[in-house]
């Protein structure tokens, strides 16, 4: 996957992909109980995994392959109840999870892209497996909420949904400027019993929304589009990375386009207090005091390491950005900050046992 999708899949489509889907001119059936199609790749019962759901063993299997597992989107249809939609014109399926939604793009057998809310969700992508599709549990884990628990000795992964009782609704602000369309979605929170708290957190969100806009009026004020210019583009978009024990990760991506080779992305995140509403900071779940040399050095390593380090780095800040996910906190930093365009934003995960 070329790094102009890894970096500005924020303009790229729709939702999430369960269910059955075209391949090549075939259907791929995701039912249980359809046979499976000539296209897809074979998997043997020894890499088979058993799923369960709240206890209830599952007749659809999982599939550990290359040290993944992966589960069939239709378990997340039947077992989680989250609606299915499927666009033949895009061959996209679309798995809406109210404020999020997961986008399997099928691109063939053997590219299957990943979409959370239109932004890239990382590798691996989806499989195509039995002629039925798979979902990296990993991506599920991280976007939709679903946890796991996992038993090496008997192959079996059960699975829970569990988040916070927060009910999270996603609004849109949108202006046309000079002919320009921008638009910046972000989340409102409500049900918290702490109404000050609640505020707080919904002007944070929304402030950062409204400057996604601004921006966009002072860009296009400095350098207005010409008729032949490409259209430009602002957009904003956001994923919920955490919402659980008493913890709200959010991180929006903005993306704006002004003509040249490729637009641009900017990744911010916003981790809450579900109590007071306090927005929190990396050195409030990783000691950056005692560890701080330790961080320092395995970050410049990593950067050196991962290639396309442009040079600069002198340290992790107390403001970093950060988001958090189970059991880590994941540090990153912006394109072009310490690394080349291509390369992506740089992300370091932080195990909490770890680095706590």
């Not at 729709?14 to 897809?40: E, F």
């Not at 043997?44 to 369960?52: G, I, W």
């Not at 957190?201 to 929304?209: E, F, G, Q, R, T």
């Amino acid at each position: 996957m070329n790094s102009k999708f890894r970096v500005c899949a924020t303009i790229i489509a729709t939702g999430v992909l369960l269910g059955s889907l075209g391949l090549n001119g075939q259907v791929i059936d995701a039912s249980p109980s359809k046979p499976s199609v000539s296209a897809s790749h074979n998997v043997a019962k020894k890499n088979e995994v058993t799923l369960k759901w709240n206890g209830k063993t599952l007749s659809q299997k999982g599939v550990l392959l290359h040290g993944v597992t992966y589960i069939p989107a239709t378990v997340l249809r039947d077992a989680a109840g989250m609606p299915l939609k499927y666009d033949s014109k895009n061959r996209t399926y679309t798995l809406n999870a109210g404020y999020h939604q997961l986008s399997a793009v099928v691109y063939d057998s053997k590219e299957i892209g990943l979409l959370v809310n239109g932004l890239y969700a990382g590798e691996p992508g989806g499989q195509i497996l039995n002629g039925r599709l798979y979902l990296p549990f990993k991506t599920v884990s991280e976007y939709l909420g679903i946890q796991g628990q996992w038993s090496p000795s008997s192959k079996t992964l059960s699975l829970t949904k569990k988040q916070s009782d927060l009910t999270i609704k996603s609004e849109t602000l949108k202006k046309t400027i000079q002919g320009v369309e921008a638009a910046a979605s972000y989340p409102v929170v409500s049900g918290l019993s702490n109404g000050e708290a609640q505020t707080q957190i919904n002007s944070v969100l929304k402030k950062h929304a409204e400057s996604v806009i601004a921006r966009a009026e002072e860009s296009i004020k400095e350098l207005p589009p010409g008729e032949d210019s490409f259209p430009y583009a602002f957009e904003g978009n956001f994923v919920v990375h955490y919402n659980k024990d008493g913890l709200l990760s959010v991180t929006a991506h903005d993306y704006s386009y002004l003509g040249g080779a490729h637009g641009m992305t900017f990744k911010n995140s916003f981790t809450f207090s579900l109590k007071d509403g306090k927005l929190l900071k990396l050195g409030d779940f990783i000691d950056l005091k005692g560890k701080k040399k330790k961080l320092d050095n395995r970050v410049l390593s990593e950067l050196k390491k991962g290639g396309g380090y442009l040079g600069g780095f002198e340290g992790v800040p107390e403001d970093a950005e950060f988001y958090l996910k189970d059991n880590a906190v994941v540090l990153y930093f912006q394109l072009y900050e310490y690394t080349a365009y291509a390369y992506g934003f740089p992300e370091f995960e932080l195990k909490l046992k770890e680095w706590k």
